[in-house]
């Protein structure tokens, strides 16, 4: 069965600072790979996906995220950090052969400190 | 455009009492989801529709029902409330199952 752990509850960073959010997965095939963020009170928005090609993906709002095969990660990155950026992050997968369900992660809250 | 659209917003129910969760999407897609989200555990799928006229259990089905009325509209039904049910629910929608979700506003349900 597929899963995906975020191993960090919260991260805190200094605006400006770059920021790095790890996500690994367990799965017997390359699934389908997701970033959304939430902010308090909303539903969740995509922020880039990997279906396959090139292993570095570009998303919405400056973030990028690396698929890395022998790590089984899907790392979400971010130069700089701005106040606004503090949010709910969360990494989901999609299974590519049967029974096709997204699984999310925890999360990780990001908090963005002047 | 109105994308996804959960009703309501907030709910209060009494252990016992039975509801119904609406949502609605007008993007024409196949595939829709119910979600609950607890604090430390992500988003768990509770029951999604892979296309008009199907159903089939998620993570965590148990104490919910749903209904696929159409293409558009997938209901979430607590038939006997419990306080373990108190979470915020999301509505989901996608083109097909293995494309990114676009979700509702959500939920908040208390139960006490």
């Known amino acids: 069965a597929q899963s995906v752990t975020q191993p960090d509850i919260h991260i805190t960073v200094s605006e400006g600072a770059s920021l790095e959010l790890r996500c690994n997965y367990s799965?017997?095939?390359?699934?389908?790979l997701f970033w959304y963020v939430q902010s308090p009170g909303q539903g969740l928005q995509l922020l880039l996906k990997?279906?396959?090609?090139?292993?570095l993906v570009q998303g919405i709002k400056g973030f990028e995220a690396e698929f890395k095969r022998s790590q089984s990660s899907f790392n979400l990155r971010k130069p700089s950090v701005h106040w606004s950026d503090a949010a709910e992050y969360f990494c989901?997968?999609?299974?590519?052969?049967?029974?096709?369900?997204?699984?999310f992660g925890a999360g990780t809250r990001l908090f963005v400190k002047a | 455009n109105a994308g996804v659209t959960q009703t309501p917003k907030f709910q209060v129910l009494k252990t016992g009492q039975s509801m119904t969760l609406q949502c609605a999407q007008d993007?024409?897609?196949?595939?829709m989801y119910w979600y609950r989200q607890d604090p430390g555990m992500g988003l768990r799928l509770i029951y999604y529709?892979?296309?008009?006229?199907?159903?089939d259990k998620g993570e965590v089905p148990n104490g919910y029902n749903v209904s696929r009325l159409n293409k558009r509209e997938f209901s979430l039904r607590l038939e006997s409330a419990a306080p373990s049910q108190t979470s915020v629910y999301f509505c989901?929608?996608?083109?097909?199952?293995?494309?990114?979700?676009?979700f509702g506003q959500g939920t908040r349900l208390t139960v006490v």
């Open positions: 989901a929608s996608s083109t097909d199952q293995n494309t990114e979700a676009f």
């Open positions: 799965y017997g095939a390359t699934p389908y």
């Open positions: 990997y279906f396959s090609g090139d292993t």
């Open positions: 989901a997968v999609v299974g590519t052969t049967g029974g096709f369900k997204t699984i």
């Open positions: 993007m024409n897609h196949n595939s």
């Open positions: 529709s892979a296309s008009e006229g199907t159903t």
